[in-house]
């Protein structure tokens, strides 16, 4: 009969086999980079620029092979033929071309998500294996046709189960990091994931259903699968905070992709970083759609006929500057359609040509073209003609245009005449003022309208032409040494003679304001303004989105509360499609159950409807007298948890969150039983770690938005209510702050708080 612990020796012979395997395919390219680095920098331009290309190359291949170590191997299907597939996170061969493992996202591996009983072809069970690092440590089997042979030897040998792979992963330690769901991937997921590219495919789910994940392997799908239209546009991913990002960057790495850039929407231009927040009533006042008109109008301002108008003189010539002029001159330059800065160039030729024209007119002669030229050097460089010229069509930079018109009252009021006086004095701050969050969708069409500043569009004209440059000679290269069959291309060498590999297409990316992506994907999705989605869009032209969120965590006033509005806005009705999650795998039942009872009761949209598991004493209700026994009793019991949760390890992850307004206290209070209570070596080891990657936080709602951790205590929740700018954003941040927990959820709380909201 068969065993359980034979069946783990059965796995560990081909688990063993994919690894010896991978680890041959390292040497190899070890060897074949060590090869080429060994050759130095003797031969031709030609040999040794095609020499760097190959480095690359085996460069990119180490990388992406040293990253699927972690669970190479995860599953197994068997067929009707009895043929098994091994399914993991890279497709492997034998140096025969045999097959070892097929790619996750390959179609070959689709019937390891989604088949079922009832839809399942040939595939008769489909197998789980656990691994620790090489070692197989467990087996699972999910029989698919109940009249197979294999119901009868998965129950003998005790693998036969359901979900136990899942469940596994659930109830692990919290570790900071999000993990990949390549494993354990549902099939209701597993649709979403491989949607068509040309849709933008909306993932609407409750908190725990898996939406991030989702999105992350949706886009590790289309760049296995649409690798060569995606190849040099890349992915961009839009998260909500730098330490979201910090909590899933190492999810497409791990499932073999390294090339996509991920930013908020606070970095996304290049050079500028808002680490301010507006309230959010001027964040709603901010990211109106109507704030486009306020931008054009500050520019079209700045585009004009100046009140007085100098006579210059000139070699003892008097020539006037006509209103004419300018306005032909302005006309000539919006003719152009180019950016203002852009445009001001035909806009001075023009001015500079009407005013030479018109001192030639005085002379008794036709002057030559040299001095027709220093003529024109003369009314250039005359302090007359500049001032003014500026004064018509001023050029400007994005961050002075934003500034001036935040700082100017009757400005704003001019270029924005729906804002009420109310509106006025909530945008109006000092000159010099940071850059906040709110701005950068407003700076970025200004942005748009403006060009570049003068001076960097002189130093980028510089970059291009050497670029031209290297790329003729990468040409040329190509061309003499006969080298043209696709495998080493000019854009390949040109590349490689800068370095350039995925992630180096990535760098230049993020680094280029203009530059254009062939897939964006969206996470939290529900905060973005109409002219945050603006400034997105523009950075995809396709309209090629992954969009993920839940309505009933908006807490942006200008957020979205209705996909359909937003979306038929942005899209159209017939361009998007909405995929739901239902099932909550991340919080206990007894955690989802409070919390959509609670969010439900607020008028909010709740989607989840049942979590997958029970965990006894999930959620603990705490009521004490007074703020001073508040403060007291939150650290003590933060303490406890430390003791139950965290790990020397890394692993383990405790969030205490309250209003803004206890927000120092209760840092100062928790940190204090924290140095009293732990050994002073564990106390210093979490009392030095990353902000982003804490094992204990003290925060607020905003700062836990797509984050989880093994426990969580929610401090006084009425007073965080009483603190949002509106009822519904209240209701949806504390549905956020009690959906964080894995495993257990505390409400500590006053007597009065508890009477002024019931949960």
């Known amino acids: 009969m068969t065993t359980y612990s034979s069946q783990l020796h059965e796995e560990q012979q081909a688990v063993t086999r994919a690894y010896n395997r991978l680890d041959a395919l390292r040497d190899q390219a070890r060897q074949r980079l060590a090869k080429v680095r060994a050759a130095g920098s003797h031969g031709s331009p030609t040999q040794r620029t095609e020499r760097d290309s190959f480095a690359t190359m085996y460069e990119d291949r180490l990388m992406q092979l040293r990253a699927v170590e972690d669970r190479l191997v995860f599953g197994r299907l068997d067929d009707v033929h009895g043929k098994r597939r091994y399914i993991g996170r890279i497709g492997l061969s034998s140096a025969d071309h045999e097959p070892i493992l097929t790619d996750w996202r390959a179609e070959a591996a689709r019937p390891f998500y989604e088949a079922t009983p009832s839809h399942h072809g040939d595939i008769v069970m489909r197998r789980h294996i656990t691994l620790h ?103 961009l991913v839009i998260g909500p905070s730098t330490s979201f990002l910090h909590y899933i960057d190492q999810v497409l790495p791990s499932l073999g992709e390294t090339g996509v850039v991920s930013r908020t929407i606070a970095d996304l231009i290049p050079g500028v970083v808002a680490t301010h927040e507006d309230d959010a009533k001027a964040a709603m006042l901010k990211g109106d759609y109507r704030m486009r008109h306020a931008i054009e109008h500050a520019v079209a301002a700045r585009e004009r006929v100046p009140q007085r108008l100098p006579v210059v003189t000139l070699n003892g010539f008097k020539v006037p500057m006509l209103r004419t002029d300018i306005e032909q001159a302005i006309a000539d330059a919006k003719r152009t359609r180019q950016p203002h800065n852009k445009a001001r160039e035909t806009f001075v030729r023009s001015m500079l040509s009407a005013l030479r024209n018109r001192y030639v007119e005085q002379l008794d002669y036709q002057p030559n073209q040299a001095e027709l030229s220093d003529i024109v050097s003369q009314l250039r460089m005359n302090d007359q003609v500049r001032i003014t010229l500026n004064k018509a069509w001023l050029p400007m930079t994005g961050e002075w245009l934003i500034d001036q018109m935040f700082a100017k009252p009757q400005q704003l009021r001019a270029y924005a005449p729906w804002l009420t006086d109310s509106d006025i004095r909530i945008l109006t701050r000092p000159k010099g003022s940071p850059m906040t969050r709110s701005d950068i969708p407003l700076l970025d069409e200004a942005l748009e309208l403006l060009g570049p500043d003068p001076r960097q569009a002189a130093r980028q004209a510089a970059q291009d032409a050497k670029r031209a440059e290297e790329e003729q000679f990468a040409n040329d290269t190509l061309a003499q040494a006969g080298i043209g069959s696709g495998i080493v291309t000019s854009q390949m060498l040109l590349d490689n003679i800068n370095g350039g590999d995925d992630e180096l297409i990535a760098q230049h990316a993020a680094a280029d304001r203009e530059w254009t992506y062939g897939h964006i994907v969206v996470d939290e999705a529900q905060e973005l303004t109409a002219m945050d989605w603006r400034m997105l869009i523009r950075r995809c032209p396709s309209r090629s989105f992954t969009i993920v969120g839940d309505v009933a965590q908006t807490s942006a006033l200008g957020g979205t509360r209705s996909w359909a509005k937003t979306m038929d806005r942005l899209f159209g009705p017939d361009h998007w499609d909405l995929n739901e999650l239902t099932i909550d795998y991340r919080n206990p039942q007894e955690v989802s159950d409070l919390a959509s009872e609670f969010a439900q009761r607020e008028g909010l949209y709740v989607s989840t409807v049942k979590a997958v598991r029970h965990v006894d004493d999930s959620v603990r209700r705490v009521l004490v007298h007074s703020d001073a026994e508040l403060n007291a009793d939150v650290a003590s019991r933060t303490l406890g948890l430390v003791k139950e949760f965290i790990s020397d390890d890394g692993t383990g992850r405790i969030a205490v969150i309250c209003s803004p307004e206890r927000l120092p206290a209760m840092q100062s209070t928790v940190d204090n039983a924290l140095r009293d209570g732990l050994p002073e070596d564990r106390y210093k080891r979490l009392a030095e770690q990353s902000s982003w990657d804490r094992q204990v936080m003290v925060c607020t709602t905003e700062e836990v938005k797509g984050l989880e951790f093994d426990a969580v205590i929610v401090v006084d929740p009425g007073e965080i209510e009483q603190t949002a700018p509106s009822r519904l954003v209240a209701a949806a941040d504390l549905y956020v702050a009690m959906t964080r927990p894995t495993q257990r959820l505390l409400i500590v709380r006053t007597e009065d708080d508890e009477r002024q909201l019931m949960i």
């Not at 109830?171 to 209701?188: C, F, L, P, Y």
């Open 133 to 235: 690092f090489r070692e197989v440590v467990g087996v699972e089997d999910e029989v698919l046709d109940v009249h197979a042979d294999q119901v009868g030897k998965a129950s003998d040998a005790g693998t036969l189960t359901g979900e136990g792979a899942l469940l596994a992963s659930l109830n692990s330690k919290r570790t900071g990091k999000m993990t990949d769901i390549v494993a354990t991937i549902q099939a209701e997921q597993d649709r979403i994931i491989r949607a068509p590219l040309d849709r933008v495919v909306i993932v609407q789910g409750g908190p725990g259903t898996g939406k991030t994940a989702v999105a992350l392997h949706r886009a590790a799908y289309l760049l296995y699968t649409h690798r060569r239209r995606l190849a040099n546009s890349g992915v």
